[in-house]
């Protein structure tokens, strides 16, 4: 099984056609790894002091000036995911979420996004182990980006399973989804 390292350094898009397409895997380099977590402390500490980080210790858009203090950074990364979490339409194609999760997991190794590192190894168990959340083709009007792909993996009420492991599958998805956790930096 081919897998595609990724680190700081550009996926190229026959990496991406491979993932997407013909199922190779994904891992982190050391550096990667090493990068989300010092994003990740930085984040931690932040928070710890309060400091003004919007959409982590602020509101998002036209409440960006309101403080949310140290207690409230989680529920407020929960509010955000769950006031996003609506779509409509026919699902995406499986390739088309793998490609996501690929891009999703190779613009977390650069370490920039302040998430855990059980966060992006989630989303890593889920694309090598031949999960593929069910992402709808129209998402909620206020959601740009990846954020359908990861409150379909947040939520995981539905999966496409390419693996006819189905109890093993369903392990797979309980254990990723408890490391996706929501905590400050999540939304």
């Given amino acids: 099984m081919q897998i595609i390292t990724m680190g700081r350094e550009g996926l190229t898009l026959n ?18 790894e090493k990068r989300i977590a010092r994003s990740w402390q930085l984040i931690t500490r932040w928070v710890a ?3 003004s980080v919007y959409g ?17 950074t989680r529920q407020l990364q929960v509010n955000i995911l769950k ?7 026919q699902p995406l194609a499986a ?22 590192n ?3 190894a989630a989303l890593i168990q889920l694309i090598n182990s031949g999960v593929v ?18 409150i379909s993996c947040i939520k995981a009420a539905t999966v496409a399973l390419r693996t006819p492991a189905l109890p093993r599958a369903k392990s ?7 490391a996706l956790t929501i905590s400050a930096a999540s939304g």
Avoid at 60 to 71: M, N
Avoid at 172 to 178: G, Q, S, V
């Fill in 83 to 89: 006031s996003h979490a609506v779509g409509v339409g």
């Fill in 118 to 120: 059980a966060t992006v």
């Fill in 172 to 178: 797979l998805i309980r254990r990723a989804i408890m």
């Fill in 49 to 51: 002091e309060e400091r």
């Fill in 15 to 32: 990496d991406l056609i491979q993932v997407a397409r013909n199922g190779a895997q994904v891992a982190l380099t050391d550096a990667a």
């Fill in 56 to 72: 982590v210790t602020t509101g998002f858009g036209a409440l960006s000036d309101v403080a949310i203090s140290q207690a409230d």
């Fill in 95 to 116: 390739e088309s979420v793998r490609a996501m999760m690929a891009l999703r997991i190779k613009d977390f190794a650069r370490g920039n996004a302040g998430v855990r």
């Fill in 133 to 150: 959340p069910v992402v709808p083709t129209e998402p909620f009007s206020g959601t740009t980006g990846t954020m359908p792909l990861l």
